[in-house]
């Protein structure tokens, strides 16, 4: 079986309120040496095909059609063989 | 005039939408999301609240609902569509309007009384109203912080496309009267076209007898004044 692990991301130059909430709150507690923090989603997708490439090229569009905004989003993901 | 407002799962402010087209004596449908008919309206309102529960991004699986087709080849028609607060989200997530709307920018829901300035008079939703009029109409959301690039802003400001501006009692605009972080203020756009309007304000909330601020209502009339 294959699976598909995507990440989706806040452009770099897009303002991430949560990542700095998240910052604030571990200088906090402490971790004073923490710069930044981006939050982000972590997606993973099994897929009944054994067809590397064409899970590839779906996930890619799967990305493009709804999992990213592309005005404010990028992707990245990897394909993984799983038993 | 006749006015459809669509119903998705997690809408909750279609009904109060309804009964202000209602009171305002205009011949006006509920049209479930599944519904593919869109009983030939004048005017489409996509009302607020958590369409699919937000899923994934606010108003983004909206636009697979089967009434979102007929939505869209309405509004390329020309035919007038309103988006209010879930419904702007959805507008842009369809790709209708540009930009999106992303979490305000101190992390809370905010649910308040709040002033926005009218920025044109050049549309179907705001001729009549007067550039510069303040307006107290409520707004509800926690994802509501506009944001587009800034090619996109330079769009938008070079084609008199942004509608609404946050501001304070006086109309000025400025960071202390931005209640969510909205780029240069943005509280509602429309397109190039000029036919479409998304906005997070909440017009409905504030055009009856029953609430303290009536000024939705300059909306609505600003809309029948441009269909008469």
């Known amino acids: ?83 | 005039m006749r006015i459809s407002v669509v119903t998705f799962p997690g809408s909750n402010c279609d009904y109060d939408t309804y009964r202000v087209c209602k009171s305002r004596g205009h011949q006006t449908k509920l049209i479930w999301h599944k519904d593919s008919d869109l009983e030939k309206p004048d005017l489409v309102i996509l009302p607020g609240g958590f369409s699919y529960g937000d899923y994934l991004r606010c108003g983004a699986l909206a636009r697979f609902s089967p009434i979102v087709h007929e939505v869209i080849a309405f509004a390329r028609k020309g035919g007038l569509l309103v988006g209010i607060c879930n419904g702007f989200q959805i507008l842009t997530e369809c790709g209708l309007l540009p930009g999106t709307l992303m979490m305000n920018e101190n992390l809370h829901f905010i649910c308040q009384h709040q002033y926005i300035r009218v920025e044109t008079e050049a549309s179907p939703f705001t001729q009549g109203i007067g550039k510069g009029k303040v307006m107290d109409i409520p707004i509800a959301h926690k994802e509501g912080n506009y944001y587009i690039d800034p090619e996109g802003l330079k769009q938008l400001i070079a084609n008199d496309q942004i509608l609404f501006r946050y501001c304070d009692k006086q109309g000025n605009i400025n960071i202390a009267s931005n209640p969510n972080g909205s780029l240069d203020n943005i509280a509602g756009i429309c397109n190039k076209q000029r036919n479409i309007l998304g906005m997070m304000p909440h017009p409905e909330r504030s055009a009856t007898e029953t609430v303290p601020t009536k000024d939705g209502r300059w909306i609505f009339a600003a809309i029948e004044n441009a269909l008469e």
């Open chain 1, 1 to 83: 079986m294959l699976k598909a692990k995507i990440y989706v991301q806040l452009k770099a130059n897009v303002l991430d309120p949560q990542g700095k909430a998240v910052t604030n709150s571990l200088h906090n507690l402490g971790y004073t040496d923490v710069i930044e923090t981006r939050i982000s989603k972590y997606i993973e997708m099994s897929f009944r095909n054994d067809n590397r490439e064409k899970v590839s090229q779906e996930v890619e569009k799967i990305c493009q059609d709804l999992l990213a905004n592309p005005n404010t989003e990028t992707y990245q993901y990897e394909i993984i063989s799983e038993e």
